[in-house]
C-alpha cells in the first residue's frame, strides 16, 4: 500500500503536519508542536529515501492522481534526477527545522529574526 502512493508521500506529509500543527491546540505546548515539526519532517525524509531506492531499483514511476488517466487527470512522473531532488530539498528542510528548533530553545523565542 505504502508502495504504491510513494511518489505523493514527499508532498502530501509536510502538508498534513502544517495542517495538524495549524490547527491543534498546542499554544501552550510549544515543545511538542516543535518535535512534532522535527518528526514530520524526518518522516518526508524517510518517504524521500525510499523514493528515490525504489526509483533505482525499479525504474521510474507514474502516478495518475485521482486515477484519472492521462488527457484529463494529472500523472506525477518520478525519475532518478526528480527523487534526488526531491530528497535534496527534504534533506535541507529536514536540516533547517533542526536548526531552528535548536536556535529557538537556547533563545526561548518563537521565531527568528
Not at 24 to 33: D, G, L, M, P, T
Not at 86 to 111: D, G, N, P
Request: charged residues 10%; contains cysteine; glycine residues 6%.
Amino acid at each position: 500500500m505504502l508502495q504504491d502512493h510513494l511518489a505523493i508521500l514527499p508532498i502530501i506529509t509536510p502538508i498534513l503536519m502544517g495542517i495538524v500543527l495549524l490547527f491543534a491546540r498546542f499554544s501552550e505546548y510549544i515543545n511538542v508542536q516543535r518535535l512534532i515539526a522535527i518528526c514530520s519532517q524526518g518522516v518526508g525524509l524517510y518517504f524521500a529515501i525510499e523514493l528515490l531506492r525504489t526509483v533505482i531499483l525499479q525504474g521510474p514511476i507514474v502516478y495518475q492522481l485521482g486515477n484519472w488517466q492521462q488527457p484529463y487527470g494529472i500523472a506525477l512522473y518520478v525519475d532518478q534526477i526528480s527523487a534526488l531532488l526531491v530528497l535534496l530539498t527534504c534533506l535541507v528542510a529536514f536540516l533547517l527545522c533542526f536548526i531552528v528548533v535548536l536556535a529557538t530553545i537556547k533563545k526561548e523565542c518563537f521565531f527568528i529574526p
